[in-house]
Nanobody, 124 residues
């Protein structure tokens, strides 16, 4: 079992930066691919970024490439999402997820564990 708790969301202006953190508990954290997804009001959940347990493979949604960076600290059981140059269209609830999948999967169905989410609001 892996429990995930996100933090770091908030209200910012366009162009600002935020760093989300996801603290994981459970002794299998280090073997999980970690991902970030988001869901805006009235829209389906969408993939944002993922990083394998070894940290060597990553994937990003086209909409965030070059602006967002996913990183993880296995010693601290924490995964981060650094978000720069934020845009109003980045406004959403951001969810952390963990899954025993080999690669940095973009599919939510590959992730078994989910956090409760943290709200990110970007004003124009």
């Amino acid at each position: 079992q892996v429990q995930l708790v996100e933090s770091g969301g908030g209200l910012v202006q366009a162009g600002d930066s935020l760093r989300l953190a996801c603290a994981a508990s459970g002794r299998t954290f280090g073997r999980n691919t970690m991902g970030w997804f988001r869901q805006a009001p009235g829209k389906e959940r969408e993939f944002v970024a993922a990083r394998t347990w070894s940290g060597t493979l990553t994937s990003y949604a086209d909409s965030v490439k070059g602006r967002f960076t996913i990183s993880r600290d296995n010693a601290k059981n924490t995964v981060y999402l650094q978000m720069n140059s934020l845009k109003p269209e980045d406004t959403a609830v951001y969810y952390c997820a963990a899954g025993r999948v080999a690669g940095p999967s973009v599919y939510g169905s590959d992730y078994s564990y989910w956090g409760q989410g943290t709200q990110v609001t970007v004003s124009s």
